[in-house]
T-cell receptor, first 113, second 116 residues
Framework: AQTVTQSQPEMSVQEAETVTLSCTYD???????LFWYKQPPSRQMILVIR??????QNATENRFSVNFQKAAKSFSLKISDSQLGDTAMYFC??????????FGKGTRLSVIA | KAGVTQTPRYLIKTRGQQVTLSCSPI?????VSWYQQTPGQGLQFLFE???????NKGNFPGRFSGRQFSNSRSEMNVSTLELGDSALYLC???????????????FGPGTRLLVL
């Protein structure tokens, strides 16, 4: 079974600074998808970024980018120019084919003014 | 396009009662998945429906059931509620044309269930 590990339960960052959230996963599959979701205090789960495993190029979405290391099974999220609205729980998730999403335990990020 | 909608948003029930939660997916999405989120267990998969058929099922007791209608709307039902069923229930939809996975799931705002 696939597992996803987020080793940082909590992190904080100063506004306008850069922060990196870590995620590792375990799978024997070659084709799969990885995601970062954000869950602010409203509890709405919002897709931040996704990465297809067959793509070597790291995904980027505005201030959000990933460092995907397939061989190391690592998928970290970098948030640049952090904003107060980035304060949220961040979940790393894995999906292969039609199987359900497997989530990590989450990292609580606080952006400090 | 409108996002995933869930009703009701909040619910308070007592032990032994049953509850039905509803989820309307994004227009055109045919797959609906349900997740339970609790502080202790995190996000756990309940089940997924595609074209009115259950495609995947998580490790939950038979008190948890679901269904999907021809318009892709889905409901989940929990019978004989227990205190431990208090949680945020999240619904997610994805495209899945021809049954193939379109990997990205989009989530609704959730239903907060409190069992007293």
């Amino acid at each position: 079974a696939q597992t996803v590990t987020q080793s940082q339960p909590e992190m904080s960052v100063q506004e306008a600074e850069t922060v990196t959230l870590s995620c590792t996963y375990d799978t024997s599959e070659n084709n799969y998808y990885l995601f970062w979701y954000k869950q602010p205090p409203s509890r709405q789960m919002i897709l931040v970024i996704r990465q297809e495993a067959y793509k070597q190029q790291n995904a980027t979405e505005n201030r959000f980018s990933v460092n995907f290391q397939k061989a190391a099974k690592s998928f970290s999220l970098k948030i640049s120019d952090s904003q107060l609205g980035d304060t949220a729980m961040y979940f790393c998730a894995f999906r292969r084919g039609n199987t359900p999403l497997v989530f990590g335990k989450g990292t609580r990020l606080s952006v400090i003014a | 396009k409108a996002g995933v909608t869930q009703t009701p948003r909040y619910l308070i029930k007592t032990r032994g009662q049953q509850v039905t939660l509803s989820c309307s997916p994004i227009s055109g999405h045919r797959s609906v998945s349900w997740y339970q989120q609790t502080p202790g267990q995190g996000l756990q998969f309940l089940f997924e429906y595609f074209s009115e058929t259950q495609r995947n099922k998580g490790n939950f007791p038979g008190r948890f059931s679901g269904r999907q209608f021809s318009n892709s709307r889905s409901e989940m039902n929990v019978s004989t509620l227990e205190l431990g069923d208090s949680a945020l229930y999240l619904c997610a939809s994805s495209f899945s044309p021809g049954g193939r996975s379109q990997e990205t799931q989009y989530f609704g705002p959730g239903t907060r269930l409190l069992v007293l």
